[in-house]
């Protein structure tokens, strides 16, 4: 009966990066097997973010002791069952597919001749994810201590907070004329050059202040600060960007990055975005000695930022 063969499939869960190659080459596993083998296998598929994965390993570390020393950083694809007695990682559960069904996994997929084109797939799929949201998705080139970084991507909010997301993307282009303050000092209305000048320990890091770059100085596209906007996102995860500000309705240009739960900054602090890629920077930044202060003493500078183009990502 229809009752006794659902009992009888494979109940299993295929999560990964959407970037990934491995990803790529299981997902078109798991759509052979939805196909050919549909009574022996229900497959569910969780896409995700590079920082959503770090958190889902990190969820399945903790769900299974075994699993600390299977699952490592560099994983970005795996294969389980509810109660994670079957687990397979990377390619694993495509090779074990390969061994006992029909499918192949060839170098390339049929039809291409391009021995990238698994990685060229991933690309496309993870651009397609992007571009879905219909947000905008801006970008730091950061250095610690001289050294360059991976990237740090953002994602804005536009859709809920607007008029602070257009401020963060222009102050990362630095495509606005440049302006004077109250006492007549030149401002470049841009991230570019800028430090991190503050590290609260499991708390945030923050920066972009344009004006003295020491974190007592900031500007908006808008002027001197900008009113609050909403509420909306609050402060609950990781990785969230927003603007700091001096009371209500001060925005200016100085923002912080989350690095946990801080849910009194709920409903004081606009949040506008998060962090999609590059979390591990941040997350180096936090490792960072400290002053008194709270500065850092290691120079952690955005050597380079803008807007990323989806059309050439």
């Known amino acids: 009966t229809e009752k006794n063969l659902c009992e009888m499939s494979l109940k299993l869960t295929l999560a990964g990066r959407l ?32 920082f959503q994965w770090e958190a889902h390993l ?12 299977r699952i490592g950083s560099i994983c970005t694809c795996v294969v389980y069952s509810d109660d ?5 990682l990377g390619d694993e ?31 496309i799929r993870y651009n397609k994810f992007l571009k879905a ?6 970008y730091f080139d ?3 201590n001289g ?11 536009t859709d809920l907070c607007p008029r602070a997301c257009e401020n963060f993307r222009h102050l990362c282009l630095g495509d606005q004329p440049s302006t004077k303050d109250d006492n007549g000092k030149e401002i470049n209305l841009h991230y570019r050059g800028t430090k991190i000048f503050r590290v609260v320990k499991d708390g945030w890091i923050q920066g972009g202040d344009i004006v003295n770059d020491r974190g007592n100085g900031g500007w908006s596209i808008y002027g001197k600060n900008f009113p609050d906007e909403r509420f909306e996102i609050k402060h609950d995860a990781e990785g969230l960007l927003g603007f700091a500000n001096q009371g209500p309705h001060t925005n200016a240009s100085q923002f912080y990055i989350t690095s946990g739960p801080n849910s009194w900054m709920n409903n004081k602090y606009v949040a506008c975005g998060r962090v999609i890629e590059g979390l591990s920077v941040v997350r180096a930044i936090q490792n960072i000695a400290t002053k008194p202060n709270q500065m850092p003493e290691t120079p952690c500078v955005v050597e380079d930022c803008g807007q990323v183009d989806l059309d050439c990502y």
């Not at 080459?25 to 296998?41: A, G, I, Q």
């Not at 050294?147 to 909010?157: A, G, M, N, S, W």
Request: aromatic share 14%; proline share 5%; with cysteine.
């Open 19 to 50: 970037d990934d190659e491995n990803y790529q080459k299981s997902f078109e596993c798991v759509e052979y097997l939805h196909e050919e083998r549909p009574d022996e296998y229900k497959i569910k598929i969780l896409e995700m973010f590079p």
């Open 58 to 69: 990190q969820q399945l570390r903790e769900k299974n002791d075994g699993m600390k020393e």
């Open 84 to 88: 994670l007695s079957k687990v397979w």
């Open 93 to 123: 559960f495509v090779k074990h597919i390969s061994a006992t069904t029909k499918f192949k996994v060839f170098p390339y997929p049929e039809n291409s001749d391009d021995p990238e084109a698994y990685k060229n797939a991933a690309k």
């Open 133 to 138: 949201t219909e947000h905008v998705f801006c």
């Open 142 to 144: 950061m250095s610690l």
């Open 147 to 157: 050294q360059i970084q991976d990237r740090i991507v953002f994602e804005l909010f």
